[in-house]
Each structure stands twice: as structure tokens, then as C-alpha cells.
């Protein structure tokens, strides 16, 4: 009889159970068009649900057209926009994993180029080639640097009427059929800019103190967890720290995950940085794991579910973060994209797949059939 490691336990949350603590996180592709899902995303997100992760997230979807970080994001601003979001939803549940999606606004870091142009605002050759701008809002009228687009600063209208966008997009991503909806208050777009002190230099009753800067975040989570039906688990990402001297910090952090939790938040998505500049050339020292004590301290003070992320490679890894008690769930992202079967491969490293029965029947039939032929050890 083989062992169960925790990574292969399922996890309730509310009315969802994912089969296994394996998430695929939102990583951007920059192939839609209109925010329209195509037959590249069905593909894309497809291949993680043959790999069996336990839950996978679309890309940041954004929940107004201004709210894009590039032209080929997806969104969710339109009714129109559902039926391609059930092509995906349908096919990934059919497989056994839970459809998850990521509602987000880019802020100041819209209309920019794609990570592979430059990761840099649009020049001259971007809009040639049929990149145009747009006009994008922030928390305050500062952009990220003078070769950006200068943002409008939100009034308090604005503000709410960037919560009814929120809102509008949760009830569509839940006719789509999404069962996980994340609030993405992470990596310098419109949520974090709010949340910094470092971008929030605002003087009214969404700027100031710690209270003030987590204000809007907290006005379109519990917007969003009102419509979000009850049996459905509401995730949040942030930005654990911002990586810059007397920016938003891990004690921010935990204070937000408790008025979070208290809102009826279930899982708080640890990541880092990104304030100023792309996440993944971040600041933070980068090595296997390293922003898996994010997740841990957020579990450990805020007493809540969280989920970790950041280069997090294999397996045993995954297991052993889980085993330490640092996260309930894990988060693979590039990883995934260089092995979209990782949650497989990860069952047969751990030693709780002998047969290859997690595998699709179609796959999983062969590749037992050729391990016997091959006398392969049981």
C-alpha cells in the first residue's frame, strides 16, 4: 500500500474540494484578443488539467478595457466575454480540476508592452506595429517613471466605480463556471499602488495610515465575496513585501490578512514586489522556495489558508513546504509551463503512483503497459 503524502490529500474549501494542494498560478500569455478567449487559452490552460493540478487559474483577467496590463490580456468587462470563459471552465472540470480565475485592474502599468518586447511602456515601434495606448488611472497621478504614461488620479467616484467593475466581472466569472475567484492586490497594479506607501501618497480617506491605503482593497474584496456565491472559495494575492526600504511590509501584510479573513476571504496567495517594475525581476533574492516564509508567517499570525509561491521546482519540495505547515496549498508557475504535467510527475516522485493511474486512463494505460514491459521496479 502506498503512502498519501499531504500534497495529494484534497482540500475543502467552502463547497470546492480540489483533489490535490497543486495550483496553477496566473501567468500572463498575451494572446487574446478583445480580452476574448481563443483555442490557444483552451490549449494552454487544458494541458495543466491533463497534468492533473489540482486548481488552475486563467491569467490576470481584467475587469474593465483600461484595466489591461497589455492588449492581449484577457478580460471580463463584457457579457460577451462568458461563453469563451465556459469553453475553458468546461473542459478543465471534465478533467478533475478546479477552474480558478484571477480578477485584476493593471492600474498605472497598463498599456504596456508584453515581458518578451521589453516589459517597458510603448515607444514609437510598439504603435507602429498596432500596440496603442490607452488611458490608464492609478492612485495618484504619478506615473512609474517619466517614460510612462501619465495615470489620472482616481476621485472616490472612480473608486467605486472600479468596485461595481470588480463585481460585475464576479458574477460573470461565476456564469462562466469558475468555482475560485482570486483578487489580485499584488505586483505594483492598481491594488498594491493603494496599499504602498511608497505609491500611496494620497491625503483622503483611501490614502494616510494603514487603514486608509488597505481601504479600497478592502472594499472590492467584501464587494466582490457579497456576490461571490458562499459555496465558492474567494482567494487574495498580494504582495507580501515590496522589497523597497519603508514600503509595505510583513507586518502590513499580516493585518491585511486578518481583515481579509474577517471579510470571508479563504486563502491569501503570497507573493512579493513588483511595485515599480516587473515581479520577476524583483529585488528579493531569488532561490528555490523564497517566498514560501511568507506564506508561513501569514498562516502562522493570521491563522488563515495561504498559498505559497515562488520558485517551488518539484515535488518533494512542494511536499516538504506542505509538511513544515508554511502553506495549504502550492503554487507552480513557470515550472508549470517547462513541465505541464507536474502534478503527475510530482505523484510518481513522491512514490503514490506506481500504476500511473492519476494519469489520464488514455495516457496513464500506456505508459504502465511500457514500465511493466521494461520490468520497471513496483
Given at each position: 500500500m502506498t503512502s498519501q503524502p499531504m500534497l495529494f490529500t484534497p482540500l475543502a474549501l467552502r463547497g470546492i474540494t480540489l483533489p490535490n494542494r497543486i495550483v496553477v498560478s496566473p501567468m500572463v500569455q498575451y494572446r487574446a484578443q478583445d480580452g476574448e478567449v481563443n483555442d490557444y487559452h483552451i490549449t494552454h490552460y487544458g494541458k495543466f488539467a491533463l497534468g492533473r493540478a489540482g486548481a488552475i487559474f486563467t491569467e490576470a483577467c481584467a475587469v474593465e478595457p483600461a484595466g489591461r496590463v497589455t492588449d492581449g490580456d484577457l478580460g471580463l468587462w463584457h457579457d460577451g466575454q462568458i461563453s469563451g470563459m465556459q469553453r475553458v471552465t468546461r473542459f478543465l472540470k471534465a478533467e478533475g480540476s478546479v477552474p480558478a480565475i484571477q480578477l485584476a485592474h493593471a492600474g498605472r502599468k497598463g498599456a504596456m508592452q508584453t515581458a518578451f518586447a521589453g516589459n517597458g511602456p510603448l515607444t514609437a515601434a510598439d504603435i507602429a506595429a498596432g500596440h496603442h495606448p490607452w488611458a490608464v488611472v492609478s492612485v495618484t497621478g504619478e506615473p512609474i517613471s517619466p517614460d510612462w504614461i501619465t495615470p489620472d488620479m482616481l476621485s472616490e467616484r472612480g473608486i467605486a466605480r472600479i468596485i461595481a467593475d470588480f463585481v460585475a466581472a464576479a458574477r460573470r466569472a461565476d456564469a462562466a463556471g469558475f468555482d475560485i475567484a482570486e483578487v489580485h492586490g499584488a505586483h505594483g497594479y492598481l491594488m498594491a499602488t493603494f496599499l504602498s506607501p511608497i505609491t500611496n501618497t494620497r491625503n483622503d480617506g483611501y490614502g494616510g495610515d494603514l487603514a486608509g491605503r488597505m481601504r479600497f482593497a478592502l472594499e472590492v474584496t467584501q464587494a466582490v465575496r457579497e456576490v461571490w456565491p458562499a459555496h465558492k472559495p474567494l482567494f487574495f494575492r498580494v504582495s507580501s513585501l515590496d522589497g523597497a526600504q519603508g514600503g509595505w511590509d510583513m507586518g502590513d501584510t499580516v493585518a491585511l490578512a486578518k481583515a481579509l479573513k474577517a471579510l470571508g476571504v479563504d486563502v491569501m496567495d503570497c507573493s512579493?514586489?513588483?511595485?515599480?517594475?516587473?515581479?520577476?525581476?524583483?529585488?528579493?533574492?531569488?532561490?528555490?522556495?523564497?517566498?514560501?516564509?511568507?506564506?508561513?508567517?501569514?498562516?502562522?499570525?493570521?491563522?488563515?489558508?495561504?498559498?505559497?509561491?515562488?520558485?517551488?521546482?518539484?515535488?518533494?519540495?512542494?511536499?516538504?513546504?506542505?509538511?513544515?505547515?508554511?502553506?495549504?496549498?502550492?503554487?507552480?508557475?513557470?515550472?508549470?509551463?517547462?513541465?505541464?504535467?507536474?502534478?503527475?510527475?510530482?505523484?510518481?516522485?513522491?512514490?503514490?503512483d506506481p500504476d500511473f493511474a492519476r494519469w489520464p486512463e488514455n495516457h496513464g494505460w500506456w505508459l504502465d503497459k511500457r514500465a511493466k514491459s521494461q520490468g520497471r521496479p513496483r
Open positions: 512579493s514586489g513588483g511595485l515599480t517594475g516587473s515581479a520577476t525581476a524583483a529585488i528579493i533574492p531569488r532561490h528555490p522556495g523564497f517566498q514560501v516564509p511568507f506564506a508561513a508567517q501569514v498562516r502562522r499570525e493570521a491563522a488563515m489558508n495561504t498559498m505559497a509561491v515562488g520558485l517551488i521546482l518539484d515535488g518533494p519540495q512542494a511536499e516538504a513546504i506542505l509538511q513544515a505547515g508554511d502553506a495549504d496549498l502550492v503554487a507552480i508557475g513557470r515550472q508549470a509551463l517547462y513541465d505541464p504535467f507536474f502534478a503527475v510527475h510530482a505523484a510518481e516522485a513522491l512514490g503514490c
